[in-house]
């Protein structure tokens, strides 16, 4: 059925270095995505949001990258720390106001 | 701003007993809740969907009358398993969208639930 799927389920990255989340989704009238970042037991928190109508966001330290045309989206982090050190997910939002549809996530783990 | 507060963070029961988890928003009016459930190294599920005064819209496979949701204000949703049983326990989440901030969730910090 139609989800929304991330490429590698973890992620090992060294302290200082970028780290680039991918996440695929597989319906074209995805209007809205959010990427979560979820430490381990807690709740999920925003990271950054893009719509479907731009192909990049930027905030601080994080930039989501919208390719609609393989329907690909990507998270990168600049300069990772061990406070990044999370499980990621993203989620997209399939009609305005509608609910959203989790990807499985990524365990990103950051090497000091 | 966007806080979203959830009690009890961790509860304990015996089989067969009815529990209630509060989810509330702090800062804004929420007149859409969402309940999730999430079990270790797994994505989130929803669950329902509560809007504030009328029923909430339950997802397949989830049953409205084991697992009964109130959203009875703009800034108060409550969950109640009912009769708990041992495979109810799980990570509860609840989320919060403001009238006008359109499709953004807040998240609150979950409920641990553990049936004994």
């Known amino acids: 059925g139609e989800s929304v799927g991330l490429h590698l389920p973890t992620l090992s990255v060294q302290e200082g270095d970028n780290s680039i989340i991918n996440c695929a989704y597989s319906?074209?009238?995805?209007?809205?995505f959010i990427w979560y970042k979820q430490e381990s037991g807690k709740g999920p928190q925003f990271i950054i949001d893009i719509r479907s109508n731009m192909d990049k966001r930027q905030g601080q330290r994080v930039t989501v990258l919208l390719n609609k045309t393989v329907k690909h989206l990507s998270l990168q982090i600049a300069a990772t720390q061990p406070g990044d050190s999370a499980v990621y997910f993203c989620?997209?939002?399939?009609?305005?106001?509608?609910?959203?549809?989790f990807g499985q996530g990524t365990e990103l783990s950051v090497k000091p | 701003g966007a806080v979203v507060s959830q009690h009890p963070s961790r509860v304990i029961c015996k089989s067969g007993t009815s529990v209630k988890i509060e989810c509330r928003s702090l800062?804004?009016?929420?007149?859409?809740m969402f309940w999730y459930r999430q079990f270790p190294k797994q994505s989130l599920m929803l669950m329902a969907t509560?809007?504030?005064?009328?029923?909430?819209?339950?997802e397949q496979g989830v049953e409205k009358d084991k697992f009964l949701i109130n959203h009875a204000s703009l800034t108060l949703s409550t969950l109640t398993v009912t009769s708990a049983h041992p495979e109810d326990s799980s990570f509860y989440i609840c989320s919060a969208r403001a009238r006008g901030w359109q499709e953004t969730q807040y998240f609150g910090p979950g409920t641990r639930l553990l049936v004994l």
């Open positions: 319906n074209s009238a995805s209007d809205y």
């Open positions: 800062d804004f009016q929420a007149t859409t």
């Open positions: 989620a997209e939002n399939r009609r305005q106001g509608g609910k959203l549809i």
């Open positions: 509560s809007n504030e005064g009328s029923k909430a819209t339950y």
